[in-house]
Nanobody
Framework: QVQLVESGGGLVQPGGSLRLSCAVS????????IGWFRQAPGKEREGVSCINIRDDSTYYANSVKDRFTISRDNAKNTVYLQMSSLKPEDTAVYYC?????????????WGQGTRVTVSS
């Protein structure tokens, strides 16, 4: 069993930055990827970024490429999502999970989410 806890969300102005954290605990041998997803009001949940903890390969959705950076701290069992140049359309609840794609949603462990609001 893997547990994930997101933190770091909040209110930020357009153009600002936030760093989200995903603390992972439990059966850490049961996963090798950590994905970040988001769900905006009235919209489907979508993949944002993903990191393979075996080889550090990363993936970014086109909408966040060059603005978001995913990274990990093995010592802290934490995966980060550094978000910069934030736009109002980045407003959503952000989730981390032990899967990289929505198609695999039923097979992963998920956190409870952290809300990000980008507004002036």
């Amino acid at each position: 069993q893997v547990q994930l806890v997101e933190s770091g969300g909040g209110l930020v102005q357009p153009g600002g930055s936030l760093r989200l954290s995903c603390a992972v605990s439990g059966a850490t041998s049961d996963y090798y990827v950590i994905g970040w997803f988001r769900q905006a009001p009235g919209k489907e949940r979508e993949g944002v970024s993903c990191i393979n903890i075996r080889d550090d390969s990363t993936y970014y959705a086109n909408s966040v490429k060059d603005r978001f950076t995913i990274s990990r701290d093995n010592a802290k069992n934490t995966v980060y999502l550094q978000m910069s140049s934030l736009k109002p359309e980045d407003t959503a609840v952000y989730y981390c999970a032990t899967v990289c794609t929505i198609a695999r949603r039923p097979f992963g462990s998920w956190g409870q989410g952290t809300r990000v609001t980008v507004s002036s």
